[in-house]
Protein backbone atom coordinates (compact mmCIF):
# COMPACT_ATOMS: atom_id res chain seq x y z
CA UNK A 1 0.00 0.00 0.00
CA UNK A 2 1.13 3.53 -1.24
CA UNK A 3 -0.06 6.42 1.09
CA UNK A 4 0.59 9.92 -0.84
CA UNK A 5 -0.17 13.36 1.10
CA UNK A 6 0.17 16.29 -0.81
CA UNK A 7 0.83 19.86 0.66
CA UNK A 8 1.60 23.22 -0.77
CA UNK A 9 -1.65 24.78 -1.84
CA UNK A 10 -3.32 27.94 -0.84
CA UNK A 11 -4.46 31.64 -2.54
CA UNK A 12 -2.31 33.46 -4.62
CA UNK A 13 -2.62 36.38 -6.63
CA UNK A 14 -2.77 35.65 -10.37
CA UNK A 15 0.69 35.35 -12.08
CA UNK A 16 2.18 34.11 -8.23
CA UNK A 17 3.46 31.13 -7.81
CA UNK A 18 3.19 28.00 -5.61
CA UNK A 19 5.31 24.49 -4.78
CA UNK A 20 3.09 21.72 -4.24
CA UNK A 21 5.16 18.74 -2.85
CA UNK A 22 3.89 14.62 -2.57
CA UNK A 23 5.82 12.40 -0.04
CA UNK A 24 5.52 8.93 -0.27
CA UNK A 25 5.99 6.78 2.30
CA UNK A 26 6.41 3.75 0.35
CA UNK A 27 10.40 2.66 0.00
CA UNK A 28 10.73 1.25 -3.80
CA UNK A 29 9.29 4.90 -4.86
CA UNK A 30 11.70 5.35 -7.64
CA UNK A 31 9.89 2.45 -9.25
CA UNK A 32 6.63 4.33 -9.34
CA UNK A 33 5.95 6.76 -12.15
CA UNK A 34 4.17 9.45 -10.75
CA UNK A 35 1.80 11.88 -12.31
CA UNK A 36 0.01 15.30 -10.83
CA UNK A 37 -3.68 16.29 -11.83
CA UNK A 38 -5.82 18.69 -10.93
CA UNK A 39 -10.33 18.90 -10.32
CA UNK A 40 -12.89 21.79 -10.30
CA UNK A 41 -16.37 20.44 -8.80
CA UNK A 42 -18.52 19.75 -11.56
CA UNK A 43 -15.48 18.58 -13.83
CA UNK A 44 -13.18 15.54 -14.55
CA UNK A 45 -9.92 14.93 -13.30
CA UNK A 46 -7.66 16.90 -15.62
CA UNK A 47 -4.02 15.42 -16.06
CA UNK A 48 -1.49 18.35 -15.38
CA UNK A 49 2.12 16.62 -15.49
CA UNK A 50 4.24 13.38 -15.20
CA UNK A 51 7.48 12.25 -14.23
CA UNK A 52 8.87 8.25 -14.66
CA UNK A 53 10.33 6.80 -11.77
CA UNK A 54 13.75 7.45 -13.59
CA UNK A 55 13.20 11.36 -12.75
CA UNK A 56 13.75 10.85 -16.75
CA UNK A 57 11.53 12.64 -19.57
CA UNK A 58 8.63 14.19 -18.06
CA UNK A 59 5.26 15.57 -20.11
CA UNK A 60 2.76 17.80 -19.04
CA UNK A 61 -0.95 19.59 -19.81
CA UNK A 62 -0.49 21.98 -23.10
CA UNK A 63 -2.29 24.63 -20.16
CA UNK A 64 0.40 24.39 -18.07
CA UNK A 65 3.36 23.65 -20.26
CA UNK A 66 6.30 26.11 -19.64
CA UNK A 67 4.84 27.31 -16.32
CA UNK A 68 4.67 24.61 -14.26
CA UNK A 69 7.66 21.94 -13.69
CA UNK A 70 7.57 18.38 -12.00
CA UNK A 71 10.40 16.83 -10.30
CA UNK A 72 11.10 14.38 -7.82
CA UNK A 73 13.57 13.12 -5.44
CA UNK A 74 13.95 9.55 -4.99
CA UNK A 75 15.99 9.52 -2.07
CA UNK A 76 13.28 11.40 -0.07
CA UNK A 77 10.28 10.04 -1.80
CA UNK A 78 9.01 13.25 -2.95
CA UNK A 79 7.21 14.27 -6.01
CA UNK A 80 7.32 18.02 -6.43
CA UNK A 81 5.20 20.52 -8.54
CA UNK A 82 6.40 24.38 -9.17
CA UNK A 83 3.90 26.25 -10.58
CA UNK A 84 4.72 29.64 -11.53
CA UNK A 85 2.46 32.55 -13.55
CA UNK A 86 -0.56 31.12 -12.35
CA UNK A 87 -3.75 32.21 -13.82
CA UNK A 88 -7.39 31.81 -12.21
CA UNK A 89 -8.50 29.07 -14.27
CA UNK A 90 -5.37 26.82 -12.88
CA UNK A 91 -7.70 26.96 -9.44
CA UNK A 92 -8.41 22.99 -8.62
CA UNK A 93 -7.43 20.56 -5.99
CA UNK A 94 -4.45 19.12 -6.99
CA UNK A 95 -3.69 15.26 -6.56
CA UNK A 96 -0.70 13.45 -6.49
CA UNK A 97 -0.85 9.72 -8.35
CA UNK A 98 1.38 6.95 -8.11
CA UNK A 99 2.03 3.90 -10.00
CA UNK A 100 1.33 4.63 -13.60
CA UNK A 101 1.84 2.01 -16.34
CA UNK A 102 1.59 3.78 -19.38
CA UNK A 103 1.72 7.06 -20.29
CA UNK A 104 0.01 8.96 -17.33
CA UNK A 105 -2.48 10.92 -19.06
CA UNK A 106 -5.57 9.16 -17.43
CA UNK A 107 -6.42 8.67 -13.82
CA UNK A 108 -7.11 5.24 -14.42
CA UNK A 109 -3.93 4.52 -15.22
CA UNK A 110 -2.88 4.69 -11.06
CA UNK A 111 -3.20 3.29 -8.59
CA UNK A 112 -2.84 4.91 -5.54
CA UNK A 113 -3.78 8.71 -5.19
CA UNK A 114 -3.02 11.20 -2.23
CA UNK A 115 -5.98 13.31 -0.68
CA UNK A 116 -5.65 16.47 -2.86
CA UNK A 117 -4.55 19.98 -1.68
CA UNK A 118 -6.50 23.21 -3.25
CA UNK A 119 -4.86 26.15 -4.84
CA UNK A 120 -7.45 29.29 -5.32
CA UNK A 121 -5.52 31.94 -7.72
CA UNK A 122 -7.58 35.59 -7.36
CA UNK A 123 -7.63 37.42 -10.43
Known amino acids: QVQLVESGGGLVQAGGSLRLSCAAS????????MGWFRQDPGKEREFVAF????????TYADSVKGRFAISRDNAKRTVTLQMNSLKPEDTAVYYC????????????????WGQGTRVTVSS
Open 97 to 112: AAGALGLGYTPAEYAY
Open 51 to 58: IPGSGGST
Open 26 to 33: VRTFSRFN
